[in-house]
């Protein structure tokens, strides 16, 4: 058992490459031009996209495997949207772990600056 989930792990092994290379490359250029606390911001936002689109194209792929009856790919896509979940849940545990230490970033929508957002849009269309 334990060697049937290492040769299915060792699929996603090139996923993880390219995010990795992907993420380095990204940290080292906006911590250049920023700041390195700007830099993990502009990492976990654009990291949060990418898991979020790659579990939609992974769950649609899986389901259309199981409607076609090709079940090798749908497993072997399976395995692809666990590993971009668990992905996405690690992004998200890295963005709260930032916000506690860094109170000074707000991603949140609070209510007052949601009541801005929406005068300003209502009264530009006048």
Do not use: D
Request: proline share 3%.
């Amino acid at each position: 058992m334990p060697a049937m989930i290492a040769s299915r792990l060792y699929r996603i092994l090139p996923l993880l490459i390219i995010l990795g290379i992907v993420a380095l490359i990204i940290y080292f250029i906006a911590s250049w031009r920023y700041t390195p606390a700007r830099a993990k911001e502009i990492l976990i936002t654009l990291f949060s996209w990418i898991n979020i689109g790659l579990s939609a194209f992974f769950l649609l792929a899986c389901v259309y495997a199981a409607l076609e009856g090709n079940w090798f790919v749908a497993e072997f896509f399976v395995w692809f949207l666990v590993t971009t979940l668990l992905l996405l849940g690690i992004t998200y545990w890295s963005k709260h772990i930032f916000l506690k230490n860094h109170p000074n970033y707000q991603w949140k929508v609070n209510a007052s600056t949601l009541k801005e957002h929406i005068t300003r849009i209502l009264h530009r269309e006048k």
